[in-house]
């Protein structure tokens, strides 16, 4: 059974910083590519970033790029994603994303999803 579990979630204030998790169970972690998503009440889900396998190649969406680093531990089968100087506008639950296709900014290119971690910054 697969399983992505996301943490770090929470109530930070502009210009603050979250850390974001994802635990992966019940897949060969390293062989999958990881993205993360969000989803803001009354918006469709957006990419948000993307890493390869490896960790060696990673993509960004343009309305958080040079705010958010993706990384990967293969070791400990978790993607993290680090959010700093956030805004009102990053509110939104967080989706990980597990595929085993090529890094890809579409949410078709991914076979397994977890729940979801809210975010949510104050103005």
């Known amino acids: 059974q697969v399983q992505l579990v996301e943490s770090g979630g929470g109530l930070v204030q502009a210009g603050g910083s979250l850390r974001l998790s994802c635990a992966a169970s019940?897949?060969?972690?390293?062989?999958?590519?990881m993205g993360w998503f969000r989803q803001a009440p009354g918006k469709e889900r957006e990419f948000v970033a993307a890493i390869s396998w490896s960790g060696g190649t990673t993509f960004y969406g343009e309305s958080v790029k040079g705010r958010i680093t993706i990384s990967r531990d293969n070791a400990k089968n978790t993607v993290y994603l680090q959010m700093n100087s956030l805004k009102p506008e990053d509110t939104a639950v967080y989706y990980c994303?597990?595929?085993?296709?090529?890094?890809?900014?579409?949410?078709?290119?991914?076979?397994?999803w977890g729940q979801g971690t809210q975010v949510t910054v104050s103005s």
């Open positions: 019940g897949i060969t972690f390293s062989t999958y590519v």
């Open positions: 994303a597990a595929g085993t296709k090529t890094v890809s900014r579409s949410e078709w290119n991914y076979d397994y």
